[in-house]
């Protein structure tokens, strides 16, 4: 039997059409369109490729981008400049600073001198702290997109034993709040490299979150038959790119979220929800 697809790319399709009606709404009112900032440090072209791949997203959506671009020898003063500049600027609803940033800069003091309410991707100190508490705040783009992909395809969630492989801050450390929140009702086992028995807890799992960046980790013979693997890893070969989830192990997972086309355009289909939904707070705040 092969694994169900979780198609995170047609899922993506048709939140960006949901989020293109909600963004007519907004402008339709009057107001000015939501605008989305990248801050990108650097000539990494992964990260090239990613906030390109964000700002076609927006021109779908009728989101308006503002990119800033700092050369790879940029001084922390520089950037952070640039994060004032955004705080500032009214025709920047939210905004990411592409991660990771050259080894020099403090990517932590960068990440809080950013608006909460302009954080696109979750990732300010406040908006993590939130989290925890269970305030209302911007969630991480990832871990929404997981939970987003997994409710829209009726993956059960509640009472389901879920292990994750990674404790990397955009996926690993947070996905586990998500999904123990009282609405989803899961159990989350958190592995990483310092993990004894790895194959022992992915056996247990309903649901495998592979987010270690380790190619081919999760192998056939771990999984329990028919469970929900989602493969968030990713890693540039000579060969392209690689997953976390061995290209065998569909043969024994019920559902599958494959790389590419899971759970990376789920991503970046929250990032643009995230924007949305500050662009409407702040239409009803004023
Ligand atoms: N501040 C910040 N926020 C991020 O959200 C963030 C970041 N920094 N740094 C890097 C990682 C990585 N990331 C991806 C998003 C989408 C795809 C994606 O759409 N992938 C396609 C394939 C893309 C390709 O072919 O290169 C897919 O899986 O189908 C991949 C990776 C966001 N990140």
């Given at each position: 039997m092969k694994a169900q697809l979780l198609d995170g790319k047609a899922t993506a399709a048709d939140i960006r059409r949901e989020l293109a009606e909600?963004?007519?709404?907004?402008?339709?009112?009057?107001?000015?369109?939501?605008?989305?900032?990248?801050?990108?440090?650097?000539?990494?072209?992964?990260?090239?490729?990613?906030?390109?791949?964000?700002?076609?997203?927006?021109?779908?959506?009728?989101?308006?981008?503002?990119?800033?671009?700092?050369?790879?020898?940029?001084?922390?003063?520089?950037?952070?400049?640039?994060?004032?500049?955004?705080?500032?600027?009214?025709?920047?609803?939210?905004?990411?600073?592409?991660?990771?940033?050259?080894?020099?800069?403090?990517?932590?003091?960068?990440?809080?001198?950013?608006?909460?309410?302009?954080?696109?991707?979750g990732l300010h100190p406040v908006n993590l702290g939130r989290l925890v508490l269970g305030v209302e705040a911007p969630l991480p783009c990832t871990p929404r997109g997981i939970v987003e992909l997994l409710r829209r395809y009726e993956v059960p969630l509640a009472g389901a034993r879920v292990c994750v492989i990674g404790r990397g801050?955009?996926?690993?450390r947070p996905i586990g709040l998500l999904l123990t929140r009282r609405s989803e009702n899961a159990t989350v086992t958190l592995c990483h490299t310092g993990t004894k028995g790895l194959a022992w807890h992915v056996r247990e799992a309903?649901?495998?979150?592979?987010?270690?960046?380790?190619?081919?980790?999760?192998?056939?013979?771990?999984?329990?038959?028919?469970?929900?693997?989602l493969d968030v890893g990713i890693t540039r070969t000579d060969n392209g790119l690689v997953g976390d989830v061995h290209p065998e192990a569909a043969q024994a997972a019920g559902w599958l979220a494959p790389m590419p086309g899971g759970v990376g355009p789920m991503t970046r289909a929250m990032l643009l929800a995230n924007v949305v939904e500050a662009a409407e707070r702040n239409a009803n705040s004023v």
């Open positions: 909600r963004v007519a709404k907004l402008t339709a009112a009057g107001g000015r369109p939501p605008g989305l900032g990248t801050v990108l440090v650097g000539d990494d072209p992964g990260s090239h490729t990613y906030v390109s791949g964000k700002h076609r997203d927006c021109a779908q959506v009728g989101i308006a981008s503002l990119r800033r671009e700092l050369p790879a020898d940029a001084t922390q003063r520089q950037v952070e400049d640039v994060i004032d500049e955004l705080n500032a600027d009214p025709a920047c609803t939210g905004y990411i600073v592409q991660l990771p940033l050259p080894r020099h800069l403090d990517a932590n003091a960068v990440l809080e001198r950013m608006d909460p309410a302009k954080d696109a991707d801050i955009t996926v690993g309903d649901i495998v979150v592979a987010a270690a960046g380790s190619p081919g980790l999760i192998t056939k013979e771990m999984l329990r038959p028919g469970a929900a693997v």
